[in-house]
């Protein structure tokens, strides 16, 4: 069974799950408390620390930063790597389009 290790500071419940990786923090809060303490959940989500809001006890939903969106460049340097891993054709390769050419004239009939 995994172990989980809660500790209590102020009024909220943080925790250490092993299930979720190792060392990965976390607290939970009520809405009703998060309503007070709006700004700092913010700071403390966009610092990398999982918050979690609670109803009545249930997880109803998490408060995750958004990653910020590539550039132009970063995202055509990204393609160019990809592009760069495929393997290269073999000189002596014939393109997929042409790969049937011999079964037909220069007409275009079948041959």
């Known amino acids: ?3 989980v290790i809660v500790l209590e500071p102020q009024r ?3 925790y250490l799950d092993q299930l979720n990786g190792p060392k ?9 408390e998060a ?5 700092e959940l913010l700071h403390r989500a966009e610092s ?8 009545r006890g249930h997880k109803i939903a998490r408060i995750v930063p958004i990653k ?14 990809i592009r760069a891993m495929a393997p290269k054709p073999a000189a002596d390769d014939v393109p997929a389009e042409r790969s049937q050419d011999f079964l037909y004239d220069d007409d275009g009939m079948p041959g």
Not at 35 to 39: I, N, Y
């Open 1 to 3: 069974m995994p172990a």
């Open 35 to 39: 309503k007070a303490s709006l700004t």
């Open 68 to 81: 910020p969106s590539l550039t132009r460049e970063q995202r055509r340097a990204l393609i160019d790597e």
């Open 12 to 14: 909220h419940r943080c």
């Open 24 to 32: 990965e923090r976390g607290m939970e809060i009520s809405v009703s």
């Open 48 to 55: 990398g620390e999982d918050v979690v809001l609670t109803r």
